[in-house]
């Protein structure tokens, strides 16, 4: 999966941008809950730690209904963008409401969770899953497609006029997608290189005033978890 | 100032983007009011209904608080993009609240119901005006800076961790005042003119599905009213 | 159809108080889209601002869904009543939540933005369109009144124990179809003129504190649109 | 205080209105808590139940924040109108947000409740209290009147355009408050009884669909209080 | 029904707390509407004035959707704790949505209103009413057993994963229900036994400092009601 | 910290109530921020999947502003209770709108998420900092009482009527505030630990129906992290 979202990551950027696709070291295949979500959130925040060199432009969190966003704000000063918040960003440009189809109802509230935390419910006219995982939903192009259209038509009759792909398994299917529903639909991975290529090119970094201002230094038993000989650390 | 507009969104666009700077044919020399956004709103549509050649990728509305983004985008298919609404979608990526400083005390209920309407209000901790008119804002930019700066630090006491520029006039004065107050500035008319290449590098336009669908076409009796010769309309 | 309203408005009124029905002088047979809605924005406010006399108690905006309503407050010191704000507030004295049947579904999401702004959409439980578009709904009565009690019943199941004729080419059909209905039906513009008679019997105007002061006097070219050789202006 | 709201009503009703003035016959005799308005929405019930001829065509609750509004409207087919909703809806249509000034600080709380049910919460910009009580505040309109004022100022930096008398005991001083402000000042008492009228006029009542229906009959021990005797209740 | 009631609180009270019933002296045998809750919460403030002793800890008010909430808050110091308000708050620690099942589809409202005020709606899911009056659904417990799960299925679907028993007379179902329906469903009645008794082992009463301090001295024609003879009163 | 808040988690507990104080096996030594939070959020899941015995009957959070709930809702069946919603939900019963009063700047945004997601943010009227680090405030008592009393004066000009202690450092300085203030302060610990004892007694436990149901099984490569030897998972 991270193949492909590396490679929609770079049929979007611009000209002499250079996408590295980074996962984390440790934690679960794929995100389908909170659980998954802060496991993952723990070991994204544990990667960069440890990565050996920090010259990142901005990063991109390729979870759709990510959690642990704010708090790598607080670790980088670079533009930090989540998927979820880039879809829907986006899908307000183009439509009145938009909706978001995702993979498993269990994660319908994991993402109106990350959207009202975000600031952008109010436009959100509905949240539908497909009932298949998220591991599943990119191994069966043809199946996810179909099941996509039919969700999307519910999401229709609830106020949607754009989509969002509620799932990074679903990148790079927007285009087939979008041809079939006659209606926008947003990618959040090119939504998201996209944003921080545009954050990037202004100059403009995360605000270190005072919420997402750099961890305090103290004391971290064991942490980063990944590598604990170096003296790393925020 | 429509000059130091275009030099703005020239500064920012890619290369290879093309940047049109379109004044309407009639209509108030700048926006204040309700009064003169309504009227700016209509010689826009004017504005667009008569170009000859409508061969453009995206339309960037550079008034802030500007009225008439919904129209333009059912006027048009390509993707519609208001500066405040830019602003403030790129706010939200960098704060966890943003706020406006704007020219006059009247644009503040303006501005509000333009962001109220763009969904992204709930974010938005401060909207504060400097008590300058948006001409002589841009006139004396160091006495403009002066007074942004003591407007700034309401905002920042109301709770924004980062600023919008709240009027156009204010182009070009960002990174100046981001790096006197050490918090990040957003330019809309920068912001808005990423975002309008971000839809179009995805090939995302304005949905067409129900409420921002093509004008019905119907009588319109003198209109468009700047070349009632041309057969014209939507 | 401005006959219809005046018709409607004249049969509210309390005696003594006069009716005068304007068309603006230019622009949209009908508002069915934000397009027409801020073209015939504009064109009232010229017809306001071309005025010889302006002698009005009170100003009625006939239009639900309106535009402009801003603008007019400011270009004017008398209370301006929109019959969709008029509607809805009525509405509310009757019933804990409304609803609003309209003509297209295009409209839905116009009015919703109209009744946001107005600080009314907490109580509306829905808004259905008939799927008829403004001309047509005046023409054949009982065409539309068929049509209107089917989307009531949707509106009734959406929560509505009240409903608003969401168009004003509905207007002069609430009685029917209260009866028909056994629930109460306002008619925005019956709503509207007594509204404006309650404002101008309790001798209050529109406040000019800030945000609807008078437009600041300014070059405005070509304006107003239809009586460029008057001096005019707010 | 009754025979001052009465005068008011009689000043502002339509010319063949008859003004009836109904006090509770048991109860306190100024509403400054949840408990004194839980005990007079308990008494009005009970004086309505307890009328001879219930030949009205309206209900106006001349209280301020007065508890029991949905109680008379399920007892009555006839439209209710509380002061509060009536003055807060009239300051709606004639600034973009307003403010209320009562007597007590511990009044602040209830107009907010009774502003949120009623829906007009969100326009609502400040509720501020003089600190008299609100038998002393109509007695001494000199005094009531400069701290009003003062109170008014606050009002107003809090963000309010228009402001309602927020008690029944202020009624009569809108006008001379309002010319000392430069701003409308709505007189509750006033906008509920032509809101009443209106509804009146366009001949409609409480709708009776679900919420508000009448009362289920059953057995009420000891009710209604005051005349045992009567067979009577809703 | 007052027995079940206090079975149920015996039934969840802790080893030393004494459950002492009381019902008021007057009004209706069942709160199913606004005009019934009125006069309920007067006949309680009465009921609590005329009490010999006021030794108690706390008070439960046990009526789903109860008003007059915030006035015994002001008559009394110790807790007050309304089952509406109690069974919300717990459901939201065991779900990230609740529904709320009642017996009438009057009584949505009332609910709706009762849980706004508590600030309590924005994780309510559902609102579903049984169509059963309140006394006979708890007379006949297999056949609202039954009804109450067809309606527990819609408020599933409308997105509720806990239910609260909203009504005092679905007492004692609860267990039974959620065993049935696979997810947690409470008691109100329970609930806010054990709330009372949280605030008092913590030593928590009522706040005294603005809005339900003690109601202010002051004549009070007729009150208590029910005892006249006493000096009585708050 | 730990042995300060098992202090007045066993002063609160009923009798026959045991309190196990457990700490994460990494991670940071307290938690000011989300990068603190996300990466203790992780540590909990872990401390909790590599517990030897589960036979836990609920469990309590207790840190303000914790983020890991809603996994750990997932990761276990027993009622899980945050200290942050628990001070809240119990502040709610006392006041119409109560306050925070926590440790640094930095923390409130974190905290209003917190409640935000736990639908408990509209009666909050102020969240207010002391300055102060997380550890510091917990080691001079006299110096953080003294600072929370001038916090406190300002929460309350807020609107606040109750307020909550912010952080888990003051935990059992509630009596010593409430008494200097002459409000009800609730401490989170103690309000969690009642909370939890109620969902217990009265047998209810988290909903599994769809968003907190079981993890699903699947790779988490090194997952837990302190015990990767156990078969462990969730």
């Given at each position: 999966?991270?193949?492909?979202?590396?490679?929609?990551?770079r049929a979007t950027a611009s000209p002499g941008t250079e996408i590295v696709a980074l996962e984390p070291l440790w934690g679960p295949s794929s995100v389908e809950s909170y659980y998954d979500g802060f496991i993952?959130?723990?070991?994204?925040?544990?990667?960069?730690?440890?990565?050996?060199?920090?010259?990142?432009?901005?990063?991109?969190?390729?979870?759709?209904?990510?959690?642990?966003?704010?708090?790598?704000?607080?670790?980088?000063?670079?533009?930090?963008?989540?998927?979820?918040?880039?879809?829907?960003?986006?899908?307000?440009?183009?439509?009145?409401?938009?909706?978001?189809?995702?993979?498993?109802?269990?994660?319908?509230?994991?993402?109106?969770?990350?959207?009202?935390?975000?600031?952008?419910?109010?436009?959100?006219?509905?949240?539908?899953?497909?009932?298949?995982?998220?591991?599943?939903?990119?191994?069966?192009?043809?199946?996810?497609?179909?099941?996509?259209?039919?969700?999307?038509?519910?999401?229709?009759?609830?106020?949607?006029?754009?989509?969002?792909?509620g799932s990074a398994g679903f990148t790079g299917m927007a285009t087939r997608l979008s041809e079939a529903l006659g209606?926008?639909?947003?990618?959040?991975?090119?939504?998201?290189?996209?944003?921080?290529?545009?954050?990037?090119?202004?100059?403009?970094?995360?605000?270190?005033?005072?919420?997402?201002?750099?961890?305090?230094?103290?004391?971290?038993?064991?942490?980063?978890?990944?590598?604990?000989?170096?003296?790393?650390?925020?």
């Open positions: 999966m991270t193949d492909r979202i590396a490679a929609t990551a993952a959130a723990a070991a994204m925040l544990d990667r960069v730690a440890t990565l050996v060199s920090h010259d990142l432009d901005a990063l991109v969190l390729a979870g759709f209904g990510e959690v642990g966003r704010e708090a790598l704000r607080e670790q980088l000063h670079v533009p930090v963008v989540d998927i979820a918040e880039a879809a829907a960003l986006v899908a307000q440009l183009l439509a009145p409401r938009y909706g978001v189809v995702t993979c498993l109802p269990r994660q319908v509230g994991l993402i109106r969770d990350n959207l009202r935390l975000a600031g952008l419910l109010e436009r959100c006219a509905s949240i539908r899953a497909l009932g298949v995982d998220v591991l599943d939903s990119g191994a069966d192009e043809d199946a996810t497609v179909a099941r996509f259209l039919e969700e999307a038509a519910h999401a229709v009759a609830d106020g949607a006029e754009a989509l969002c792909l209606m926008p639909v947003v990618d959040g991975v090119a939504a998201a290189v996209t944003l921080a290529e545009s954050c990037h090119r202004m100059g403009l970094r995360t605000s270190k005033l005072t919420t997402w201002s750099d961890p305090i230094p103290k004391e971290r038993k064991g942490w980063p978890v990944s590598a604990p000989e170096h003296s790393g650390g925020a």
